[in-house]
């Protein structure tokens, strides 16, 4: 009696502790879930492969055609046309009207021979080059000299659509004076390069430093006060908020890199910083890789004369590069997630062409920019994160790959 | 015939724990000693004393002398890398690194600063042949070590150690992971060395060490009870606790 009324209670507490443990994955599977949810509906319609060529900033010309080609003719429609674009006969060209964001009429495409393939750039007086047609270019303004021989204008400039332009330009255009052309931007091909430096500089720099100093700490170091008392204070450093690390950034390692002749906040400032907040997490890793190499190995090494240098170098080391390994791929997740720690080191302006000593944003950063303006971009910033989520994916299947790799070549 | 090792008054302290007292003893040249004694008394750590292994536990201490060819093993001027090419050790457990087999040969000349493939490949196979495991292994050379059975792995172990072409090879238990097969090659390969090797054996086994050594010495709580030729320990020891030890009433 007493012995059955026991298993019911602990047949109940039994369920209560295991709908726990379901309940608590469940919780987090879901959250995980509507993260990703969230990120895929707002942002997968934005990624498109324009976003990684393009620069953010959108950029204009003055464009004008070669004098010679500068006339009507008479071209084939192409065969792939999509419905909503217009083809200009007489000029070669199809124009469409592109409704996200601001209203524009962009061009599409351009037959073989079309005058459109001898533009000249015209924007830096008395300096014109030859301007190469891209898709996508936004045509804003057209001067052009009618039947009539008078100068006249058209253009989404004046509310016309791509419908209206290829009206004009087939009725009415004999001459192409000059003609506005702007590029669409708000690509993001510049915070890659930039998130790119941040990574080579951060490792580049914490990876030795930190791989060392765990050698030092767990193979040469006598394991006294000292010692421990490091240790400790490094476990402390993964502690310290990401922000203080970039207030230490600007003020101490600022006037470091205005010796290489930064003048400004720059991504080597940016690298530097995390690079001193990635040593703990790199210190820790190695360490704790170090520490399940079997003594018996170095033992080994020393018993044939190897001296301790050689051993660490020659033995323990390789052994421990599927745990650098793992330190290295935390850092890199810690360097694409990081924003706090960079936006005192590289600043916030988006740029283009980024450079050593130039200001640039990581695609976080890219984000915090875009949720900060005026308008904030959601749509855009989802898209970001889903690029962010879909590289860190990828670089833990192939970080898997390349350590089991490492594991079957030894074991 | 003069001693390899000569050991006087050797005593050696884990932090205040006398773990060696006050040994004496002398070893041939070119013969076989076995350690024997129950477990704790003391063998392993005689035995990297040899080697000065010892070294690296940070609260070893020792006193007295031990004289290697002669010359102090602790002298304050001894070259400890150099003199471990000298004298080299096999473990109880294998303890291949995680390279090739070549790697794995070719790992204590290579630190020794020979670089010629050439030269490698031909101590390479030599060792792998005075170990017994040229035939086993000569096609697979650039496998990993880590695929080899226990026993070869053990011999891939003597064989490295070969390789260095030491004075002296120190074993601690060397058969303990092993079964008997690999065990009785192990064996036949110990007598093969002997002819060019000093070999000093640490074991539990009473008939290996009988089988194999020429010398035995019983240790007892980190004394040396008794130290004679094989043949009079098994036959004739003078102790009685070493013939408690070797009947089996003991320990
Ligand atoms: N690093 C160490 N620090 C402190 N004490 C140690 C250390 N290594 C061994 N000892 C102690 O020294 C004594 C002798 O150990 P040792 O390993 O030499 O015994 P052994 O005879 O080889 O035993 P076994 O046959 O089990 O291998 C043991 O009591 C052991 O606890
Ligand atoms: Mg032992």
Known sequence: MIQRQRNKKRRWSDYICNGMTYGASAISAIVLAAILFFVFIKGASSIRWDLFVQDYWPSNYSITIETDKNKVGEFEVPTSLDEDAYFSKKWGIVLKDEKDGEESVVMTQIVPDSPFHYLLDQSVKNNISSFQWKEGLMLEKLDYVDKQGNTSMAGSLFMQNAEDIVKVLDEDVTQITSMYVKTKGGGIRGSIISTFYLLGISLLFALPIGVSAALYLHEYARKNKVCSWLRSMIEMLTGVPS???????????????????????????????????????????????????????????????????????????????????????????????????????????????????????SLAVHIWSMMNMEQPNFEMAAAISLIILAFVCLLNISMKILSKYWYRKWN | MEPIFQVEHLSLYYGEKQVLKDLNIEIKKNKITALIGPSGCGKSTFLRCLNRMNDLIENCRIEGNIYFEQDDLYHAKRDVVELRTKVGMVFQKPNPFPMSIFDNIAYGPRCQGIKKKQVLMEIVEQALKKAALWDEV??????????????????????????????????????????????????????????????????????????????????????????????????????????????????
């Open chain 2, 138 to 251: 000569k096609d697979r050379l650039q496998d990993s070590a880590m695929g080899l059975s226990g026993g070869q792995q053990q011999r891939l172990c003597i064989a490295r150690a070969i390789a260095m072409e030491p004075e002296v090879i120190l074993m601690d238990e060397p058969t303990s992971a092993l079964d008997p097969i690999a065990t009785a090659k192990i064996e036949e390969l110990i007598e093969q060395l002997k002819k060019s090797y000093t070999i000093i054996i640490v074991t539990h086994s009473m008939q290996q060490a009988s089988r194999v050594s020429d010398e035995t010495a019983f240790f007892l709580l980190g004394e040396i009870v008794e130290f004679d030729a094989t043949s009079n320990i098994f036959q004739h020891p003078k102790d009685k606790r070493t013939e408690d030890y070797i009947t089996g009433r003991f320990g």
């Open chain 1, 243 to 361: 922000i203080l690390y970039g207030l230490m950034g600007v003020s101490v390692l600022f006037p470091v890199t205005q010796m290489f002749g930064a003048t400004t906040t720059n991504l080597l400032l940016g690298g530097l910083t995390l690079a001193i907040l990635l040593l703990p997490t790199i210190i820790r890793s190695t360490e704790e890789a170090l520490r399940v190499i079997p003594q018996s190995l170095r033992d080994g090494s020393l018993s044939l004369g190897a001296t301790s240098s050689q051993t660490i170098f020659k033995v323990v080391l390789p052994c421990a590069i599927p745990g650098i390994l793992t330190g290295v791929l935390l850092s890199i997740g810690r360097v694409i997630g990081e924003s706090a720690a960079l936006i005192y080191t590289i600043g916030t302006f988006i740029n283009d062409s980024p450079g050593l000593l130039t200001q640039g944003t």
